[in-house]
Structures are given as C-alpha cells and as structure tokens.
C-alpha cells in the first residue's frame, strides 16, 4: 500500500477492483496518469482487506458481481460506508441504472469509457474542488528563459490550461515566465504565471517546483496539448463493450 508522509498519515487513494487483469491494469494506468495513488484487487474480499488498513478515498469497481458484492458489505460497515464507488460495466442492468438514480453509489459509466467523463466522475468523487481541465502526469524536458542556472527541468504534470514545473530552483508566486517545452516533435513557447511554488528547503515532502498557469498561449499549441493528452489516456481505456468474464 501507499507510504506515509510527514505527519504519518497514509496517503489517499484510489481502489481499483476488477477481477479481469487487462481492465484493472488500464485503469489503474490511467487513473495514475491523472495523478491518483492507486491500488488494485481481483475480488471483494482482497478489496476489504485493503480498506480495513486504510479506506480508500474512492473505489472504481467493475459493475458484475464482485462490484454488488462489495457494494453491499460497504453499506454495512460504517467506516467505508461514505466511501463513493464508480462502477464500470460493459453491459449494464436495469437493476444498476435503478441503484445509480437512487444515489446508491457516485456514478455508473458504460465502457469503452470516455477520458473527459471519466475525469470528471473522478474529481466530483474526490475532490472538494473538481478540476475543469484534465491533469495529466508527463515527464518533458523544458527550459524557461532569463532565470539563469535554475532555467532547466522538467514538467512532471501538464493540462491545456497550466502544468506543474520541476526544478531545484523555483520563482516566487506571481512571477510571469516564458517557457519553452517540446512535446514529441513539436516545439512550442508559452507564457505562464507561478500559481505555487515549493523549493526542497522549504518542503521536503512536496516535489520541488511549481505549479503554473498559462497565461498566454497560442490557440493551436493549446489544442494540440489537449489532443496529446487525450491520445494517451486513450491507449490505456478499457474498449470492450461485453462484460468481464467471472
């Protein structure tokens, strides 16, 4: 399970429970490219055994028999009953569609699921302040212009409205920076406002950087942003539309 931090609190994540291994790995690969910890179980009981250490902060569970089943010892248990659940199912029943209007869990999605809907079902379930904009965890080289030594790094975490800059050596909040950034083959400069800034000194437990905001962006460099980001979340979805084999 996921590590603790500086105050020894185990670190939030997301639970992923599907007893076929091609759908649990895809969305275990991309929730993490969302930037989620993530564990996996095969079965209802492994995935109780998990959330009795620590409960996750929500559940993506396929929607057969092994999601009923956990739904239902959930229910039961008042520690993990406010846990939201996402099912996920090929072909769903009446009975699912009816339990969802019903509130009975967060959201039902039928595959192949789709990256946005399944962004946003994610941040409604785990965030108090759900994200307009697909986050996505990348590794490109990058470079800022006129800071000097501290001008190379890396962005670690990119969206079509901001990224989040790795470097040993970042600039104060509020400072507007011009940064150069390659994604495949195509180069491209854009202008960005420090929105949070962490340097090791100050927070060891945090990656050193920051987090920035476009402010200034070319329309096409924008759009060719989202359509990367869409093209390789897509690759990890789950496509098949009949149900998981027991």
Avoid: W
């Avoid at 105050?7 to 993490?32: C, E, H, P, T, W």
């Avoid at 965890?137 to 006129?146: D, G, P, Q, S």
């Avoid at 470097?167 to 950034?181: I, W």
Wanted: net charge neutral; hydrophobic share 40%; proline share 6%.
């Amino acid at each position: 399970m996921n590590g603790s931090g500086a105050a020894g609190k185990i670190k939030r994540y997301i639970l992923v429970v599907d007893d076929n291994v091609d759908d649990r790995f895809g969305i275990s690969m991309v929730l993490q490219q969302f930037d989620y910890a993530v564990c996996t179980a095969n079965s209802a009981g492994e995935a109780l055994e998990f959330m009795l250490v620590a409960p996750p902060a929500a559940i993506v569970s396929e929607g057969g028999p092994i999601g009923t089943t956990l739904i239902s010892r959930l229910k039961k248990d008042p520690r993990l009953s406010d846990v939201p659940v996402v099912f996920v199912a090929g072909s769903p029943s009446a009975d699912l569609e009816a339990r969802t209007r019903r509130g009975e869990f967060a959201a039902f999605l039928k595959k192949p699921l789709n990256v946005e809907e399944f962004y946003r079902v994610i941040q409604a379930a785990m965030e108090k302040t759900p994200r307009r904009n697909i986050r996505f965890a990348v590794f490109l080289k990058a470079t800022i212009e006129n800071v000097g030594e501290g001008g190379e790094g890396y962005v670690t975490v990119l969206s079509e409205s901001g990224m989040f800059y790795k470097t040993l050596d970042p600039q104060a909040r509020n400072a507007r920076l011009t940064v150069n950034l390659e994604i495949n083959d195509r180069r491209m400069q854009v202008e960005a406002s420090v929105v949070s800034s962490y340097s090791f000194e100050e927070s060891p437990f945090k990656e050193p950087g920051m987090g920035m905001k476009f402010v200034k962006i070319g329309p096409d460099d924008q759009a060719y942003i989202k359509a990367f980001i869409h093209e390789q979340l897509e690759k990890g979805m789950p496509k098949r539309n009949d149900p998981s084999p027991s």
